[in-house]
């Protein structure tokens, strides 16, 4: 069983405190029934006149005899609180150390998780859905963790009192103990299906509750709509339906709920009853103490609560089986090779190669066909093409997201796939069409808290950018922070800070994957002029629809259906019929207007 | 809502909220009253079992005889049954009245939203009226009822056993009852920080969740930007914050229970000493000390309850001044005393003449915040059926502009005419009744696309319904789904692209028949063969109708009467296309960009929006 493993990796570093927890509850329960027992003995043997035998004989031997005790109560109730407090500290110290641990385990899985997230491939990633992967990270993962620290730690528990119990109540009266089960095991099945069968009423609830809640989020996010077509009371007319639809299935719970805690309390209530009836007669008849009957009733009480609780948890267990297996999943996923420190570091001057390079996600879908390009150092490279001609592809291979099968890649000379990934990473730098902006600050964002990176950096890398002053006149600044909980950027703002944060970095490579798209015209020429100003040795290589930006390319790569089907400097395509030329024909006109507006 | 965890503590509790939340009990006195004598039947009973255990000892052991066990355990059976009896009560009630008010709650919230004005809509988060109006409504409601369940079962359990346990020996309870005040105060002071510390968790579980989110989302970006280490290490602290809170937590609790089961059984060892005594003095019987034991051992359930309702309750105070918040929250924009009673009370579902569609600025300034004014003493005139774009970047007041023509705001300073009248001194709804809008996103209900084209107009028939279909050519798509007009929209889009859901809303606003139209034009995300379909359609709606449109396409913009380029809430340039162009200013600028765009679109087909691969 694989899974197990699984929870044996979380288990470790936790283990000790694991143990230590589950130790401290089986003492602490211990001591509880014992202390329990030591009441009997008092109402017995100190109050009461019966003869003790064995370890209570001796127990009241050495805090003085009975005689002794008599006359001095206080004795007995100073041993009672005496065993209680050293149970107590066992409860605390097992709860304390559970608590550790769990929290630990959680932390493992949670960081196991996160960082394989982070170090698995580009094509695991882009293919996530994150929904269910949050729910994994999440819902998934706190199912496991109550498993371990809750449900697990419970079922010990429960056996430990069975067993515990039934050998003190065994040797104290067979007839009694076996009374005292009589109901216990339909107490524990009655809630494991119970629990079963109510899980599916939840579900029903659950539905109607996402109903309503659909209800609620079109009628605000359509709110003009509503307004202008005036169905406020159609609107309120649906959305009562659907809490009421809500209401009621709750309510059916309800019911269920209400039967299963009268009966079952009723029942549980019963149990003891037939523990104190029985109790009666045999002690009557002189076969138990009037102490022991009242350990008896203890022992039974305490038994009933948690074993009506275990049948929940059985009756849960199937789902964190389903967790840990959904858990187990994206661990098994595949990591990025060479994620690790392996692989050679050479100082990368930004020279780039191709050879033959093809590529194929799925075996019989060639989405780069022998494609082969070179590029000197400092030099600009630019790629027009259509949607799927394989441009992002090829520019993802080159940072090392996409492994390639066919062909060759060096930069430098040196083979792509024999350098570090991360190191690569570090001196070609990308940016994506749609960046990614982190919910930080925006200097954040650019300088990841790194400390060797000044606040002047950062404003050279966004006045290269030409996001400086859209920055500075936010607010707060650089310390403005970005998403849900500050400022929603524009598209245009998102790619400059992205820009921004790339340059930050210093590398000998700049890739733009059509990352200018959402800027106008006139910014975009800004940028690049910036750049071949303070990058003049870096290698450029970029994706565009616009001619302006294409043209100033020290070579251009037309790109089809996978291959390269032209080549040359801007001057050289525009002579030759294709698409190159079909682009600037269209776009000439605004081409010349804008040249005249210069 | 979770930065103020600790102000919520502190805070003492809001006896006003509290009347008002309780208001919405009074309608279910019945189940409350019901709730009320359910949990004294129920703590009689918990207190009366231990009568019991005494009894027998006293007289069926004590006496060696079983006479009377018959009856005895009749009682038992009897009195066992009350319980289960008063339990399925008392959990009927308190849920169904948490679901009730819940319900009546939230329903009272949604109608509220329904009339607040758009001001509201700015101050408040989408996303935080909903949570209101959901999970608020449940927490507070639920605390509540159970709260009171709890809290009259320990009031009158404590009641109980304190009478129960004098009717047996004064000296002895006196001498327990000291327990009671330190349980009590142990109680509170554990049960505020074990609350305050699990809302903490909580706290730290939701920011591990977004780091989640961040860390699947911007997985790529970590890669190319080599920041997984650094991403790693920061969703270590956060998980190591998490961590220390539930710990901390569970040391709190830990520690908690043991002490106070600590304290039972000092209660317990004072009955033994106390009793003891007595019994061998003859005073009191073994079966009575064995009361007190069993009394004793179960006193701190009621108390910690009592702490624990009141913590509670301390804690969902913020839900309900949220929700209270928004029930009494001010509509600012509404019918003047002096229209209703020229007019009357002009509700959304009486019919309203039409407007001619003029609409006329003057001297129209606005601000959301005091001194930030986003319009400027703005002048405008619009003759019925003429269509005016707005072009300017994001953030300039084009929305603005939209929203007060609309009425959803009102000028801070200058007049709006209507059909040369004041708007403010005619209905609302004789101005929201003519009103068609398009949003950005086209916004569809969940439901058949035969509701939501009649949506605006319920009495309009199936015909006008495609009619209108036909008109802006969605009738063919909609007619190749197996059920035609009858297929369903759901949540998730149910199998239809963007440019037909725009379609069917434009289908809607055509059906509806308003004589204003606003349009929020779209970023264009669909491909070019459904543009066009969508700009024709577009077209269709806009002619013979007063339009505003907040515009992106240039055959749009180009189409429309006046053109208004805005920056910073001012007009800074206005006219037709041509001339605009001629002005060689901003609007040229924005023009030539986009006309880049577009033929782009046009050469590339689809716009360069997902990357092949991940589509």
Not at chain 1, 405 to 434: P, T
Not at chain 2, 291 to 308: H, V
Request: net charge neutral; glycine share 8%.
């Amino acid at each position: 069983m694989k899974k197990l493993g699984l929870l044996k990796q979380f288990l470790r570093g936790n283990g000790t405190a694991y143990t230590a927890g589950i130790v401290f509850m089986i003492i602490g329960q211990l001591l509880s029934l014992a202390n329990t027992f030591v009441i009997g003995v008092i109402i017995d043997s100190v109050i009461g006149e019966i003869l003790p035998e064995g370890i209570a004989y001796r127990g009241l031997l050495i805090l003085g005899g009975r005689e002794h005790l008599m006359q001095n109560l206080w004795i007995c109730g100073l041993v009672l609180v005496s065993f209680s407090v050293i149970n107590g500290i066992f409860m605390f110290l097992s709860r304390k150390y559970s608590a550790i641990a769990s929290e630990g385990i959680a932390k493992k899985i949670r960081m196991d998780l996160y960082e394989h997230l982070q170090n698995s491939t580009y094509l695991y990633n882009t293919n996530i859905k994150t929904g269910d992967m949050m729910q994994r990270c999440t819902s998934d993962l706190e199912t496991v963790r109550n498993f371990l620290a809750t449900q697990f730690q419970d079922l010990v528990r429960c056996i430990v009192l069975i067993v515990a119990s039934v050998t003190v109540m065994g040797k104290l009266n067979t007839t009694l103990t076996l009374a005292g089960f009589s109901l216990i095991p339909f107490i524990g099945l009655g809630a494991f299906f119970f629990f079963k069968y109510v899980s599916k009423m939840f579900l029903l609830a659950d539905e109607a509750e996402g109903a309503m809640s659909t209800v609620i989020e079109e009628n605000l996010s359509g709110m003009r709509i509503v307004r202008s077509c005036a169905t406020q009371s159609r609107e309120t007319e649906k959305f009562i339906k659907s809490s009421v639809d809500y209401r009621n299935k709750d309510l059916k719970i309800t019911v269920a709920f209400a039967w299963y805690w009268g009966l079952s309390d009723a029942i549980c209530q019963l149990q003891i009853g037939i523990v104190l009836v029985t109790g009666i007669f045999l002690a009557v008849r002189g076969s138990i103490s009037v102490g022991m009957l009242t350990v008896f009733m203890t022992y039974v009480t305490n038994l009933i609560w948690p074993i009506r609780g275990m049948g929940r948890v059985l009756g849960d267990m199937g789902k964190a089986n389903v967790a840990l297996g959904r858990i187990k999943e994206v661990l098994d996923a595949p990591r990025e090779p060479g994620s690790d420190d392996k692989g050679l570091t050479p100082d990368i001057e930004g020279q780039i190669t191709f050879e033959d390079v093809s590529f194929a996600y799925t075996a019989d879908n060639e989405v780069l066909k022998n494609v082969s390009f070179s590029i000197e150092k400092g030099k600009t490279l630019a790629i027009l093409g259509r949607t799927g001609s394989g441009k992002s592809t090829l520019l993802h291979m080159l940072v090392g997201l996409l492994p390639y099968e066919k062909g060759s890649i060096k930069v430098d000379g040196i083979e792509l796939k024999d350098i570090n990934k991360k190191h690569l990473r570090k001196n070609i730098g990308i940016v994506l069409q749609e960046p990614f902006l982190f919910s930080k600050t925006i200097k954040e964002n650019i300088s990841d808290n790194n400390p060797e990176i000044t606040d002047e950096d950062i404003e050279n890398a966004t006045t290269i950018a030409s996001v400086d002053q859209a920055i500075k006149n936010f607010e707060k600044g650089y310390d403005t922070m970005v998403g849900e909980k500050g400022v929603t950027l524009s598209g245009g703002q998102k790619q400059r800070v992205a820009i921004a944060r790339t340059l930050i970095n210093n590398c000998k490579v700049l890739i733009f994957d059509d990352s200018l798209s959402a800027v106008d015209m006139q910014t975009d020429k800004n940028i690049r002029n910036a750049l071949k100003k303070h990058c003049a040795g870096t290698t450029t290589i970029l994706i565009s629809h616009r001619i302006n930006t294409l043209r100033q390319a020290d070579l251009i790569l037309v790109m089809e259906d996978g291959q390269i089907t032209d080549r040359g400097t801007h001057n050289e395509l525009i002579q030759r019929e294709g698409l190159y030329k079909q682009v600037y024909d269209m776009q000439s006109c605004v081409l010349q207007m804008e040249k005249a507006g210069e | 809502m979770e930065q103020d965890n600790k102000e919520i503590f502190n805070k003492s509790i809001d006896v006003n909220l509290w009347r008002k939340v309780m208001k919405y009990l009074g309608r279910y006195w019945k189940h409350v009253m019901g709730i009320i004598i359910a949990m004294v039947i129920q703590a009689a009973t918990d207190a009366t079992f231990p009568l019991f255990t005494e009894y027998a000892i006293d007289n069926f052991i004590a006496n060696k005889t079983t006479e009377g066990v018959i009856l005895f355990a009749v009682l038992f059976v009897v009195l066992l049954i009350l319980k289960g009896l008063t339990i399925y009560i008392f959990i009927y009630l308190a849920d169904r009245l948490w679901h009730l008010v819940s319900h009546d709650i939230r329903v009272d919230g949604f109608m509220k939203l329904q009339e607040l004005s758009f001001s509201y809509y700015d101050r408040n988060a989408t996303g935080s009226l909903f949570t209101r109006i959901t999970s608020d409504v449940g927490r507070l409601t639920g605390i509540i009822s159970w709260g009171l369940v709890d809290m009259i079962w320990a009031i009158s359990m404590i009641t109980m056993m304190t009478v129960f346990m004098f009717m047996k020996n004064t000296k002895i309870t006196l001498v327990v009852l000291t327990v009671v005040p330190v349980l009590v105060v142990i109680s509170i002071f554990f049960q505020k920080r074990i609350l305050f510390y699990s809302r903490e968790a909580r706290r730290y579980n939701s920011i591990i969740t977004s780091g989640f989110s961040e860390g699947i989302q911007g997985a790529t970006t970590s890669k190319t930007l080599v920041r997984e280490e650094s991403h790693i290490n920061e969703f270590e602290k956060k998980t190591d914050d998490m961590k220390t809170a539930a710990v901390k937590s569970a040391v709190y609790s830990g520690l908690f229970f043991p002490i106070v089961s600590i304290l039972g059984i000092v209660g317990t060892s004072l009955a033994v000493w106390q009793g003891g005594v007595m019994i061998l003095g003859e005073v009191i019987t073994v079966g009575t000390l064995t009361l007190f034991i069993l009394y004793t051992l179960q006193f701190f359930n009621p108390i910690n309850d009592m702490a624990r309702v009141f913590a509670n309750f301390q804690s969902s105070q913020a839900a309900g001044e949220r929700i209270m918040a928004l029930l009494e929250a001010e509509i600012d924009i509404k019918d003047s005393d002096e229209v209703i009673q020229k007019y009357g009370k002009i509700t959304p579902d009486m019919p309203v003449p039409k407007l001619k569609g003029s609409i006329r600025f003057e001297d129209v300034s606005f601000q959301y915040k005091e001194g930030e004014k986003v319009l400027e003493t703005f002048n405008l005139d619009v003759e019925p059926g003429q269509c005016i774009a707005l072009v300017g970047e994001t953030g300039s007041g084009k929305t603005t502009i939209v929203n007060l023509a609309c009425r959803f705001y009102e000028p801070t300073e200058g007049t709006i005419y209507v059909d040369g009248e004041d708007y403010k001194k005619i209905p609302l709804m004789y101005i929201h009744k003519n009103l068609g809008y398009m949003l950005q996103s086209p916004h569809l209900f969940s439901g058949t696309i035969m509701d939501n084209i009649r949506y605006g107009k319920e009495d309009a028939t199936d015909e006008d319904v495609m009619n209108a279909a036909k008109m802006v050519e969605a009738h063919d798509f909609i007619m190749k789904f197996e059920d035609g007009y009858n297929h369903v929209i759901s949540k998730g889009g149910g199998g239809i692209s963007t440019g037909q859901k725009q379609l069917i809303c434009i289908a809607r606003a055509i059906v509806n028949d308003p004589c204003i139209f606003v349009l929020d034009e779209a970023t264009s995300s669909v491909d070019t063969q459904t543009e066009k379909v969508v700009q024709r359609a577009i077209s269709k709606v806009l002619s013979n109708r007063t339009s505003f449109v907040v515009a992106h396409r240039l055959s749009t913009i180009r189409e429309a009467d006046k053109i208004l380029v805005i920056d910073k809430g001012h007009v800074i340039e206005q006219g037709s296309h041509d001339e605009l162009m001629e002005l060689k200013g901003h609007y040229y600028n924005l023009y030539t960009n986009q006309f880049i765009e577009d033929s782009n679109k046009d050469i590339f087909g689809t716009p360069e929006l997902i990357p092949a691969e991940c589509q």
